[in-house]
């Protein structure tokens, strides 16, 4: 099975981003989501970026995630 996960975008580089969650630091792709801007949450599936959430919704989601792994 595969997810989508919440992160918050840190900094902008082109088409690329540096994303963090918990401390943890990636790279995605924003080729999907041209509007993104750093502070904003996005969701990402296999290295991209698919959509910008608001961070209500991206908490929410992170919460519902963090529950199952219990």
């Known amino acids: 099975m595969c997810l ?15 994303v963090s969650l918990d401390g943890y630091r990636t790279e995605v792709g924003l080729a999907l989501v041209p509007e993104v801007k750093e502070g904003d949450w996005v969701l990402v599936h296999a290295g991209y970026a698919i959509t910008v959430l608001d961070e209500k919704e991206a908490r929410e989601t992170y919460d519902l995630l963090a529950s199952l792994e219990q």
């Open 4 to 18: 989508a996960i919440p992160v918050r975008v840190e900094k902008i580089s082109g088409t690329r981003a540096t």
